[in-house]
């Protein structure tokens, strides 16, 4: 990995130009790898069955960077379009596993210590609304999540875009929340000042996102951690970078463990022959033979065999308060 200087210069053609950190705008420090569009595009075929081509090809190259704060982000960012999100996570029954009825998040858990009792809380991109069976008695529930409002019967999620709900509702709630959603927009900074929009003076914003590094960036060509899913990894002083910008004090980010949800990523990091060691993505026969082999294993062991109580942390939550 060759590092990249820490400002702009006027450059010439052969040149790599520097990208700006979504957080803060400032340019990155270094190009952490670069990544074929056509690979990347076989890797989601086969690995992920499904067709990226239409988003990827297009671009021809995408690099992997990181800023200043720590954040690691994928530039251009991809990200997925309504066709790619309903073909995959109907595959991989993601809303089911992230935000169903009967899921147990660790993740949720701690983000409810957070919830005064009787609070108003916003939950964005909420699926089936799992998170509202967390909260303390008396806490008002709303959801946002086109894809999943029909299907409530309580009528406590709608079919509303976060910035036409700011516009609609102002700054009205005790607590705001995304639950992995951040990574996959690309820009998280105004998604951020959004949701912070929602929230009253002295409120909280709840994020919870991807941990770099963790599980899920140890094992390699893992498409799930790439365009046009995720765009950006997060780190401890990302978040509270992300607090600061949005007019919010970072009271605490939480590391979080494995649970059912991400279960098999631990299992196949078990199984895994190949780990990556600062590259992620290659066109190797070996590291393609590894992630194969490490799926089929892990699957296996996910079904057959329980999840530690005590498992490397793979997400972050941010906790942070508005400004009075």
């Known amino acids: 990995m060759q590092p ?72 251009p960012p991809v990200d997925g379009d309504e066709a790619f999100y309903r073909a995959f996570y109907k595959r991989i029954d993601a809303h089911g596993k992230l935000a169903g009825p009967e899921t147990v998040r660790l993740e949720f858990q701690q983000a409810a210590k957070h919830v005064p009792p009787g609070g108003r809380v916003l939950d964005v991109g909420c699926g089936h609304g799992g998170f509202r ?62 949701l912070a929009a929602c929230v009253k003076p002295g409120g909280m914003v709840l994020i919870g996102v991807p941990f770099w590094p963790s599980p899920i960036t140890t094992l390699p060509n893992f498409v799930l951690n790439a365009p046009p899913h995720h765009l950006t990894w997060w780190t401890d002083n990302a978040l509270r970078t992300l607090a600061r910008e949005i007019g919010c004090t970072a009271e605490a980010v939480h590391e979080i463990g494995m649970d059912q949800h991400d ?30 082999l490490a799926y089929a294993v892990g699957s296996r062991l996910d079904r057959w065999l329980k999840l530690p109580k005590k498992t490397p942390a793979n997400a972050l939550l941010l906790a942070a308060r508005k400004a009075a």
């Open 263 to 292: 279960s098999v990523i631990y299992w196949m990091v078990k199984a895994s022959a190949v780990r990556t060691r600062g590259r992620y993505f290659r066109f190797n026969w070996g590291w393609i033979a590894s992630l194969a």
């Open 133 to 194: 069976n967390y909260l303390p008695a008396g806490a008002t529930y709303t959801g946002l999540d086109p894809n999943f409002a029909a299907e409530d019967p309580t009528g406590a999620i709608l079919n509303e875009t976060l910035e036409a709900h700011g516009r609609r509702v102002g700054p009205v709630y005790d607590v705001a929340c995304v639950f992995q959603v951040l990574e996959h927009v690309s820009d998280p900074l105004g998604f951020a000042k959004a």
């Open 4 to 75: 990249v200087p820490n400002a702009p210069r006027a450059a010439a053609s052969s040149e790599i130009a520097i990208p700006p950190c979504p957080i803060t705008g400032a340019p990155a420090i270094r190009c952490i790898e670069r990544l074929d569009t056509t690979f990347l595009t076989a890797l989601w075929r086969y690995s992920g069955h499904v067709d990226v081509g239409p988003l990827l090809m297009p671009v021809g190259t995408i690099r992997l960077w990181e800023s200043p704060t720590g954040l690691a982000f994928f530039h």
